[in-house]
């Protein structure tokens, strides 16, 4: 324990805190788009439960390192790419998170059409299988991103752990203003397809910066709330 007399440890501690936590956007947008179509009593636990394994697997990959470490080393290649082992997660994961954003998109669209479907269920352990291969994914630069900023594991284990404190206390106020606002539920779901072009990109050693992302977002959410606040304007007269 004599990182807690090091100011550069808790210097470094509130750094990768916020890092983190910011970070940690895309898998709270994840999470919440994900357990919506399960029965709302089934909600909160699996998104508590999904952040639970969120912790569980950084930690695990923390304590990992030399495994982690490797996983950065060219294991394919194809023409004059080489592809590691992190590039082939990063970029099943995106598919996967573009395949669901397009399909939840989709979903939530038809109902539009002249024979609109009934609106089909997830099963809880369904979502939560997602849940868990999507935390590998995010997992797996959090803890690169805390490795390369902290020398210290108990320093990246503390700031892992309240990141998803965090996360875990915005989970649910998240949830329930995105299953009120549709629109936002649209802007999410579109957040999510923005997010897995990106992680596929980033495997393909295309990396675009993350302050493009939060700034896009930060905009596109701030143009939402003018339009939820035009639109609920009582019209003089009216």
Do not use: C
Request: aromatic residues 6%.
């Amino acid at each position: 324990m004599t990182w807690l007399a090091d100011p550069e440890a808790w210097f470094a501690l509130a750094t990768l805190t916020t890092l983190e936590i910011v970070l940690g956007v895309d898998n709270i947008v994840m999470l919440v788009v994900l357990t919506g179509r399960l029965p709302t009593k089934q909600q909160a636990f699996a998104r508590r439960t999904g952040l639970l394994i969120a912790v569980g697997l950084r930690l695990a990959l923390l304590l990992s390192l030399t495994w982690l470490l490797g996983l950065t080393a060219p294991l394919v290649a194809a023409g004059s790419l080489e592809f590691s082992g992190r590039d082939l997660i990063l970029i099943a994961g995106g598919l996967f998170l573009v395949a669901k954003g397009t399909h939840e998109i989709h979903v939530s669209t038809e109902g539009a059409g002249p024979h609109p479907s009934a609106p089909i269920r997830a099963t809880l352990a369904g979502v939560l299988a997602q849940v868990a291969v999507l935390d590998l994914v995010f997992s797996l630069d959090s803890v690169i991103t805390a490795i390369g900023m902290a020398r210290r594991v108990e320093v990246m284990a503390l700031a892992i752990v309240i990141a998803v404190g965090a996360m875990l206390a915005l989970a649910d106020p998240l949830a329930r203003f995105v299953s009120a606002n549709p629109t936002v539920k649209m802007l999410a779901l579109s957040f999510l397809l923005l997010i897995g072009t990106v992680l596929i990109a980033d495997g393909f050693q295309h990396h675009v910066p993350r302050g493009y992302i939060y700034v896009a977002l930060i905009f596109s959410v701030f143009v939402e709330a003018l339009n939820l606040r035009a639109s609920r304007r009582v019209p003089a007269g009216g």
